[in-house]
Structures are given as C-alpha cells and as structure tokens.
C-alpha cells in the first residue's frame, strides 16, 4: 500500500503566521491528494481535494500544492479558527491511505 | 444537503462483531457517481479508511481488515452497513462514515457522519 508521511507531527504557531504542512508519499499519486481539518470531538471535513481545489465554504487563506510524492498545505494568515488537526489522503488507488495528522497549536 | 447518521452499539464485548448502520437523508444512496465509506479513528489516534461500497454492491476493503469486515447497503432503507468480527480492545475506535466520488482518483470523502465511538470491552 501507500504510505503517507506527514511533516511536522505537531506545529505551533501564533494568529497571523503563514503557516506550511507537509505530506510526502511513499511513490507517486499523480494530484490525487486530499487534505481533511478535523477539529477536537468533530468530524474530519474536507479541505483541499485534487492537491490544489479549494473545497467550497473553506476560506482563500488556504491553498495547496504539489504533484508526484511531496505536497504541501498552506495557511497563508492563521486565524483563530484554524487551530486543528489536519491529515492528508491519497486517492490514487482503491487502498486509501492517511498521513498520521498535524496537530496545528496556538503559540 | 446531504446526511449522513451512523447508529449502533457504543459497547462489544471481545470476540463479537460489531454491527453499524449508516443512514443517508438528503440523497439518493443509489447515487451510481458515488461509494459509501467507512473510516475509523481510535481514540488520540489518525485515521483509518475500513471500506468502500457502491450501491450495484461492488465492495473494496482494507487489506489490513478484509478477513474480518462486510460492507452491505439497502437501497430499500437507504443505509449501507458494517460488520467487523472478532472485536478485541485494538478496534475501539470513533466510526464514520462517509462518502465518495466513484472515479479515478477522484475518490475524496465528503461528506462524513458525526461519528460514533465503539468501545471493545468484557
């Protein structure tokens, strides 16, 4: 299967920073990557699908890039709201896979 | 706007299997563009797809999870179900379901269920 490795595991940071997370898979998927927030208690919802598709309801301050194996997810001016936990997805085949998470803390 | 509403036991015991229901209102389950997904989330820990299935019944599962999990849907109730046998303390966990596009890489989850948490414990 597919493994994803995301990087850093925990990251904190203060309202305002630009902020960037990064997911890393273990053989090319092509811009089949989704990234998920998921908030404490709550659903996971998605954020970005297709590596760079803004998911509507979901503020322009995000973005994301990349093709292949390394992907990134932006926060270009952290606000208050986005304190989470965020996972990327690779959909490239049926064996979905996650990365392990990165918890975005308040500094 | 579509929802999705897990139901089932919150408590197994070990060695049963574990029986969820996911209930779809707000669209059709017979939806031929769409899977029906379930993913899993032990507690402090990331998450883990279980299974895919179509409403034609053409199933997909994790093969870490194959030889114990059934996905089944009912057009009839607009559910689609999980069967997970052999629970032991490993497969406590938050359920969702969820849903996903049915196309070439396309197959992000969106929406998902609240959740439920199962607990496996004597």
Known sequence: ???????????????GDRVTITCRAS???SNYLNWYQQ???????????????????????FSGSGSGTDFTLTISSLQPEDF?????????NTQYTFGQGTKLEIK | ????????????KPSETLSLACTVSGGSISDSTY???????????????IGSIHYSGNTHYNPSLKSRVSISVD?????????????????????????????????????????TLVTVSS
């Open chain 1, 84 to 92: 989470a936990t965020y996972y990327c997805q690779q959909s490239y």
């Open chain 2, 75 to 115: 057009t009839s109730k607009s559910h689609f179900s999980l069967r997970l046998s052999s629970m032991t303390a490993a497969d406590t966990a938050v359920y969702y379901c969820a849903r996903h596009p049915y196309g070439s890489g396309r197959n992000w989850f969106d929406p998902w269920g609240q959740g």
């Open chain 2, 35 to 49: 899977y029906w997904v379930w993913i899993r989330q032990p507690p402090g820990k990331g998450l883990e797809w």
């Open chain 1, 27 to 29: 053989q090319s998927i």
């Open chain 1, 39 to 61: 908030k404490p208690g709550k659903a996971p919802k998605l954020l970005i699908y297709a590596a760079s598709s803004l998911r509507s309801g979901f503020p322009s301050r």
């Open chain 1, 1 to 15: 299967d597919i493994q994803m490795t995301q990087s850093p595991s925990s990251l904190s940071a203060s309202v």
């Open chain 2, 1 to 12: 706007q579509l929802l999705l509403q897990e139901s089932g036991p919150g408590l197994v």
